[in-house]
Nanobody
Framework: QVQLVESGGGLVQSGGSLRLSCAAA?????????VAWFRQAPGKEREGVSC????????SYSDSVKGRFTISRDSANDTVYLQMNTLKPEETAVYYC?????????????????WGRGTRVSVSS
């Protein structure tokens, strides 16, 4: 099972931007996994944000982030990115990347078997 490592979180002001990265731990590879980003705010359920297929042909976004977030993958670096623009305070959460065979129409955390430990994003008002 691939092990994932997130990075790029931090503190940003409302309206600011961050780019999150998801890489495979040494000895593993993301090349054959669809990769999704989820987020979980304190006291809330884990929410699917975006997903990219193995080929990068399919990219999906939750309605709340469409037009502001962009998911991409760099096969050469074996890394998946989530560019987040115009961030809002309510998007403060721990962001996780997860791997699965495909990006389903609805991002269900139960369908993803490989997870990172998360990276914290804090958006100040």
């Amino acid at each position: 099972q691939v092990q994932l490592v997130e990075s790029g979180g931090g503190l940003v002001q409302s309206g600011g931007s961050l780019r999150l990265s998801c890489a495979a731990a040494p000895g593993y590879s993301l090349l054959y996994y669809a990769v999704a980003w989820f987020r979980q705010a304190p006291g809330k359920e884990r929410e699917g944000v975006s997903c990219i297929s193995v080929s990068a042909y399919i990219k999906s976004y939750s309605d709340s982030v469409k037009g502001r977030f962009t998911i991409s993958r760099d096969s050469a670096n074996d890394t998946v990115y989530l560019q987040m623009n115009t961030l809002k305070p309510e998007e403060t959460a721990v962001y996780y990347c997860a791997g699965a065979a495909v990006c389903a129409e609805v991002l269900d955390p139960a369908a993803f078997s490989a997870w990172g430990r998360g990276t914290r994003v804090s958006v100040s008002s």
